[in-house]
C-alpha cells in the first residue's frame, strides 16, 4: 500500500554533528543522492535508516517511496486519509504527506534519495540491533486500524515489562507504547548484555539517562539523546 520503506526522516540543525554522533555509533554513511536542495545525509547499520535534513519539517517522519505516487492517492484517500501536503506535477519532484491516529507524520515520495551501502548480514553498532520505532500512545486500537489498513501486522507483546503493541512491516517496526514516561517518539535498540554496552558507552563519554519506560531499570536499560534531539531507547532483551 505504502511501497517500500525508505528511511526515518529526522530534522537536524547541524547535520554534521549529528553524523559524526551515529558514526561514533558505529553506524555508516550511505550515499545520498542530490534530489533535495537543503543540506542531506543518510546513517545506517543494516536495519535502521536514518535520514538526516537541515531543512526544518514536521520530524521525525516515517518515509516510503512508491515510484507511481500520483496514482497510489486514491486508494489513500479511500481509507479515509487526509493530506497535510501534497507536492505534485511534472516539474517538482513529488511528495506528500499525512499523519497517523496519533500524529505521526507519513511520507511517501516518487523515488529514492540516497543508495544504500553493501553491509555485511552481522552488521550492528554499539546500540545493539534496531528493534521498532516507538510512539507513546493512550489507546492502542486507533493506531491497530490505521497501520494494518496500510498493510501491517499486529503482534500484541502483552504488558509486561509495560503495556505495547508491535506492528511488523517487511523493513519497518512500530512499536505503540502505552506508557505517560515516554514524551514522544524514540528509535527503539535491543541486545542481550545491554548493561554492557551501556557500561562501554559512558565510558567513551556518552551521555545515558535513566529516563525508561515504566518497569524498566537503569542498571540493564538506558535512554541516549542524539545531537538533533533523536531519543535512543536501549533495552536489554532479556527483560523484554
Known sequence: MLGRFLEISVHA???AESLAFYESLGFVQAVA?????????VITDGRLFLGLHQYRFPSPALTWVHPELADRLPLLRELGIEFEFERLGADVFNEVG???PHGQMVALLEARTYSPPDLPPAQTSACGDFAEYA???RQFEPGR?????LG????????????????TSDHLNIGLYRTRSIKGPSLVFEGQQMGQRIADLRDRGLAISDDLPDGLDDA???????PEGTRLLLL?????
Not at 486500524?145 to 489498513?149: D, G, S, T, V
Not at 515489562?161 to 506492528?167: K, N, Y
Open 236 to 240: 536489554d532483551a532479556a527483560g523484554l
Open 13 to 15: 540543525p547541524d547535520v
Open 33 to 41: 543522492g542530490d534530489v533535495w536542495s537543503h543540506p542531506y545525509a
Open 98 to 100: 499525512f499523519l497517523d
Open 220 to 226: 540493564h536499560n538506558g535512554s541516549l539523546a542524539a
Open 145 to 149: 486500524q490505521f497501520w494494518e489498513a
Open 135 to 137: 510512539l507513546p500512545v
Open 152 to 167: 501491517f501486522v499486529s503482534l500484541d507483546a502483552g504488558d509486561s515489562p509495560f503495556p505495547r503493541l508491535t506492528l
